[in-house]
């Protein structure tokens, strides 16, 4: 690992997974705003019909003279950055190949599978590991604002979670919203696996006291809304994010990315990015 930084002065060399996705092409646009990265590699899956293709021309920007590859390990000898936007399916194995090459990873593929936290943890011990279901700053502010509610607020106001996104979205919820019941259940010093509800149908019953509510809507090209609500007697709290341009998630990665290069090995979220300042 080279130890570069966003205030260093060579470029962070940076490889892109899942550059044909969504996400990547959101990088790979907006990376023109970020002298201190450098593009040196782009993957995408090996059935993705982008392979061989320049990454930036495919996605929309200036000629990279980089071919999309189907294979991460070849390009890391010359990274000292990964940021992954691919698949839940692919990231174990994109986890060792950065761990294996001793290189910090940013990890933004949502709907990560349970069997990963033990992977993950190993990593953190061994590269700068950066997990982040939502790369929103506006986001990152939110998940603290829901924590510093659920605290401040008498158990007995209730919390349900809203979220909508595009109709191709494949979880449910989503990692953001179960990133901010995790921070509503931190708020209270509860345990969001003992206290959420994800399916109401029928005749459930009244609601217990403590329990967190989800409801999913998927359709159309909502590229994201979430809604956390506090429910009393007598009033009621809404928090809300918005996304109207997939580009604020996009921008967020990229300021994550060179602040987490150079970083010591260890798990970081977006919240320490943030409240460094994204230096």
């Known amino acids: 690992m080279s130890g570069r930084g966003a205030t260093g002065g060579s470029a962070i060399r940076m490889v892109i997974v899942g550059a044909s996705g969504r996400m990547g092409t959101q990088l790979l646009r907006l990376l023109d705003q970020f002298p201190a990265l450098r593009l040196v ?3 995408a899956s090996e059935r993705s019909t982008a392979l061989g293709k320049d990454a930036g021309l495919h996605a929309g ?32 194995a994109h986890v060792a190949a950065c761990v294996a090459a001793r290189v910090p990873l940013l990890l933004g593929t949502s709907g990560l599978p349970a069997e990963l936290a033990a992977p993950l ?13 939502n790369t929103s700053l506006g986001v990152t502010l939110m998940l603290e604002l829901v924590r510093q509610a659920a605290q ?23 990692g953001t919203a179960l990133a901010l019941g995790e921070a509503a259940s931190a708020g209270r010093g509860q345990s969001l696996a ?31 809304e979430h809604q956390v609500w506090f429910l ?23 300021l994550a990315a060179q602040w987490l290069a150079g970083k010591p090995a260890g798990r970081y979220g977006m919240r320490d990015v943030f409240i460094s300042g994204y230096r």
């Open 61 to 92: 920007a200036a000629a990279s003279a980089l071919p999309i590859s189907p294979a991460l390990p070849p390009l890391l000898q010359q990274a000292d950055l990964v940021l992954d936007f691919s698949s839940p399916a692919a990231a174990a």
């Open 152 to 174: 401040a607020l008498p158990r007995n106001y209730d919390i349900e979670i809203m979220e909508a996104h595009h109709r191709n979205k494949a979880d449910a919820p989503s």
């Open 121 to 133: 943890a190993a990593a953190a011990d061994v590269i700068p590991l950066l997990v982040a279901p």
């Open 41 to 43: 590699g782009a993957v």
């Open 232 to 254: 009393g007697d007598g009033e009621r709290l809404l928090l809300q994010h918005s996304a109207t341009d997939r580009s604020v998630f996009a921008r967020g990665a990229l």
């Open 194 to 224: 003992e206290q959420a509800v994800y399916t109401r149908h029928g005749q459930p019953g009244p609601r217990h006291e403590g329990q967190i509510g989800y409801a999913v809507v998927r359709g159309g090209d909502v590229v994201g």
